[in-house]
Each structure stands twice: as structure tokens, then as C-alpha cells.
């Protein structure tokens, strides 16, 4: 039993050689006056990681002194023990700058930004019950965000990140301190910019390891890879859409779909060296941990002679899936296992688009290499990966449907039964008039045939200080037009333009039925709810009928997640609990749907205690 825990207990990775600094301290070192910390679970050294500043350990001990040694050894005792019974004590730290960097991809340069030069950039590290604080300075000519893309900030929305939702943006010369515990979350999440199109290069994961002592609930994998889905343009992406909303019409899509940064050895202008290659062992098991962090397109992987089990999705463990093909829309991350159990040589991963509505997308597929470590060389032969067509439904609605919470004793499905608050929300894209455009019209988002207008103010700080004029709280529960939602659209296509927001009372509990509608062209939307997980009790195709559609729902082990992807001419129905006070942002993860005002808010009250109450906002946080 001691060797299957001992082989079950998640370490952090080492981290990369570019960023240590020779700096070596006792594993129990003081962080700040008067609490001592013990990082990692070794009795050894730790490094400070000069680009986050975070410190993991290190195998290996330094020489110590005898006495020096004999001293030592019971406080280092005692900081294990203090270290296994409460990790709430450690606190990470982690500085993000924020510059162009010049890259080069697809035969072509161009500057874009970074942050600390990374693209994709740094991972954050941190256990649950950790207290993470990031120092983002912008040294860059543009405004800009940071979100936590699924950490639940409880109490903590003013590090949230949306831009002018929770915060003014981190002006250029400026910086903000993000100050927030991930509690009650393990698993793999990401960050990334929350203000017009700058996630398509400022963007990372986030691995949240569990508590120390606390093993995974399937095999520990031999190794773990982060691997970040992306897309690139050869243009500038400010450029894109900004163009785009000064004519009302859609932007130019990618030119091509990258794999942590790349794309690929099967891309134009590459060699059979370029892009990331994945090392393994024959006969170990390694765990990947996959995000969409992708502007616009929904995306299948997979890896060639390889199955695939699913074990986690955005931060919630699952009941184990096999397969061998994901679906990831932008914003998701999943984890599976994955066994090397093939023959040496090289195997393609990759990554291609899914859509099922009559529309544009980036048909380029990013590729990367799974590479056997007793493989002669990197020219020996390489399997291929024959992706799935561009509208495979019956391959995406199977793996969405398969999902399903772990619903353990140690990670129950805490599902609301009974429902508060009953919300029916119609999503998609209409047209409202404009002068300046091509056509004299403007493609608009719509949730509720509600355009959703930012405001100047953030709508969390008018909350607080009772700002009036910059929200109204008159965001409608149901459509205010009837009609065959997934048929031809109303003869009206114009919709509603307003900063409305839906108020929640503290702990109720909310069923959100979201409908896709065809008033343009029926189409998938990646929803993303903030400061939130829910659970996915339902989905279906056509229009949901509340009489008979409920008899299907699942209440059981229905999926948990913080983005859901509703399907094309279909519907999804969340539940959740508003057990979180302040202001939350809802919105499509397409960012070309949130740039057209597919998003609403919702703001939710305090509750009684305080420990229900959001805190008072920090000192530096960004004016307007």
C-alpha cells in the first residue's frame, strides 16, 4: 500500500532550466515574517524560479554542517508534518511581464505579445488551498487583462480579469498584484488576456496539483506534458478585428492551428523537425493535460496508433472514458492517459477544426510528433493521423455525451435537485442597422435578443460604490420574442443594446436552458460561465420543449465544467449554485461572438456572514 500511494502522490515538474536561479535554502524556508513554509515533499533544496518566482523543489541535498544538520532535521520534521496536515500556509509567487517579442511562424515574422517573452507563456504551478499572487506589469503599448480562466475566485472577483466587467485594464508603464487561493480545485485550467483579441498569444495553463498526500483517483502517470491548442495569423489579430467591427462583418479566420505554439512538421514552410515533440518510454503511462486556448474554432485531437482516457475535465475529475479523439472548444482543457504502447518510432499528434454550420473556418491541421525514446532517429518513419472531417457531429455529440462525473465519496456530483431561479436563454447572431458599414448593417451577438454594451466603469466597482448609470438590472429571464428558435429566424433580425445584468440572491440555485438559434445560421457556442462550475444536466438537438425535455436530464453524474460547448441547432441545460457574491461574466468563448456581444452578467448578492461577502477591493487596482 505504501508503494501505491508513494506512486499515486502528484509531484510538481521541475522546472525549466531557463528560469532557475542558483539560490539554494533549507526546504523550510520563511516567505513572509513569522510563517515558515515547507515547499514540495522532498527534504532537500528548493530553487526561486526567477520568471514567476514561484520555488518547487529540487532532488537532491545540500551539504550541510553536522550540527548544523542535527538542528535542522527536527524542524525540518515538523515542517512535513505541519506541511501535511494544512497547505493552506504556502503562498505562490509569480511576475508576468508583458512585451512583443518577434516570432516566426509559417515563413513569416511578426511581433506579438508575450508575457515574459513566452509563447504560449509560463505555466502557473500551484496546489489547492495555495494563495497565488501574480505581479503582471505592462510593459507593452496596449491595455490588457489577465483572467484565471475556471479558478472559482471565491469572494476575490476583483481579480477576475474581464476587462471592464470586474477591472479598468493594466495601462501601459502600470501593473496590478492578482491576489487570489484556489479552493477546492485540482486539475488543469488556463490564463489568459481578457480584452479585445490579445489571448491568441497572451495565454498559459494552470496545473493545480492536489494537497500534498492527496493521490490522483486513477494510476499516477510516469511523466505529465502540458499541450496547448492554439491558432496563428500571419496578420496582425488587433488588426483583424477591429477591421472587421468597422465594416460589420465577420474577420478573416487563422491561417493555421498550433500545438504549444506550432504548427506542426506537416505545415507549410516546415521541416520534419519543427514544432513539439513529445518523448516517451515504451510502456509508461503519461498524462496529458490538453487546453483550447484557441480564438474561434472548436477542435478535435488525436494522437496516431494511441488511445486516449479521459480523466479530468476543466479542473473536475471524470469517471475514465476511452477513446481516441477529443473535442475541446476554446476555453476547455481535458487530461487522459495515454500508453506508449506501440512499436519505436515516431506518431503523429494532431489537431483540426469541428464545425457543422455553413461557415468559415481555418481547415489547417497543427501537427506535432510522439517520439519513442528507443526510436533510432528523428527521421525514422513517422505514422500518420487521419483526422476526423471538419463536420464529424455524430463524432463530437458521442464524446460530449460520454462525459461524466467521478460523483465519488471524496468528489461527489453536488447537483441542485430543485431549481430557484429558471432561466431560458436564446444564443446566437443577428443585425442591427449601421451606416458606416458595407451593407448599412452590423452582425451582431445576442443572448435574448440582448446585444450586450460595455460599459466604461467596470460594472463590478458600480456595484460596490453604487455607481449609477452603468448597468441596469433589467436582463430578461426568457426571450422576449417566441419563435421556431432553430428554424429561419424572426423577420426582424434587430436586436436590444444594453449593459443589463441578471441579479441572484446568495446560494440559490439556477437551471440556465441555453437554446441556439438559426436566425443567421445555426452554429455551436462555447459558453463560458466565470466565478462558477456547473453542472451539464441535459442536452439535445432542436428546440428544447420544457414539458417533455426535463425526463432526460441527468442529476446524477452529470459532467462538471466552467465552459460547455451547446450544440448546432441544439440546446444545453446547466445548473448551478450562486454560492459566490459579486459580478460574473457569461459570455461565447468564439471571441469573434463576444467582440459582437454575445455575453451577459450576472451579479450575485452577498450573503449573511462574512465569510459570504465579497472583500473590499485592493489598493492598485487599475483606474480607468
Known sequence: MKNDMAARNPTPPQPPPWAIKTMRRPACHSMQPGILHCLGSQASSFVLVSSDQVALPVPGSMAMPRRLDQLLLPLMASCFLLQALSVHAITRHYKFNVVMRNMTRLCSTKSILTVNGKFPGPTLYAREGDNVLVKVVNQASHNVTIHWHGVRQIRTGWYDGPAYITQCPIQPGSSFLYNFTVTGQRGTLLWHAHINWLRATVHGAIVILPKLGVPYPFPAPHKEAVVVLGEWWKADTETVINQAMQLGVGPNISDSHTINGHPGPMSDCASSQDGFNLDVENDKTYMLRIINAGLNDDLFFKIAGHGLTVVEVDAVYTKPYKTDILLITPGQTTNVLVTADQSAGRYLLSVSPFLDAPLQVDNKTGTATLHYANTVSATARLTLVKPPPQNATPIASKFSES??????????????????????????????????????????????????????????????????????????ATPPHKFNYTGSGPKNLQTMKGTRVYRLPYNASVQVILQDTGIISTESHPIHLHGFNFFVVGRGVGNYNPKTSPSTFNLIDPVERNTIGVPTGGWTAIRFRADNPGVWFMHCHFEVHTSWGLKMVFVVDNGKRPSETLIPPPKDLPQC
Open 403 to 476: 462525459l461524466r462525473s467521478l460523483n465519488s465519496k471524496e468528489y461527489p456530483a453536488n447537483v441542485p435537485q430543485t431549481v430557484d431561479h429558471s432561466l431560458f436563454f436564446t444564443i446566437g447572431v443577428g443585425v442591427n442597422p449601421c451606416a458606416n458599414c458595407i451593407n448599412g448593417t452590423r452582425v451582431v451577438g445576442t443572448i435574448n435578443n440582448s446585444t450586450f454594451v460595455m460599459p466604461s466603469t467596470p460594472i463590478l466597482q458600480a456595484r460596490y460604490y453604487s455607481i449609477p448609470g452603468v448597468f441596469t438590472e433589467d436582463f430578461p
